[in-house]
């Protein structure tokens, strides 16, 4: 049974930072595109970063230079490091990993970790 589970979110100034991971069982990261999703409120769900199975990064421009999608293959996580975190970075974010085409089955999905930027 596949499951991932996202963990580190929580409430933070403008300018902070925070660091999400995801945990996985069932799959192996690394051999998968491993991504960060995010929705804000009343807004549909948008890429944040992905990360490919041979190490290619892309970020929606938003987040340029401050996100950091990293993968760690011992321990079979994927991690989102958010630093000058904005008040438009909050959301509710999911950790997604997919293997194949886009209607590839093979497309996972975290609970999601809610992020809030707030002074």
């Known amino acids: 049974q596949v499951q991932l589970v996202e963990s580190g979110g929580g409430t933070v100034q403008p300018g902070g930072s925070l660091r999400l991971s995801c945990a996985a069982t069932?799959?192996?990261?690394?051999?998968?595109?491993t991504g960060w999703f995010r929705q804000a409120p009343g807004k549909q769900r948008e890429l944040v970063a992905v990360l490919s199975s041979d190490g290619n990064t892309n970020y929606t421009d938003s987040v340029k230079g401050r996100f950091t999608i990293s993968r760690d293959d011992a321990k079979n996580t994927v991690s989102l490091q958010m630093d000058s975190l904005k008040p438009e970075d909050t959301g509710v974010y999911y950790c997604n990993a997919h293997f194949g085409g886009p209607y590839s089955p093979y497309d996972y999905w975290g609970q999601g970790t809610q992020v809030s930027v707030s002074s």
């Open positions: 069932g799959v192996v990261f690394r051999i998968y595109r």
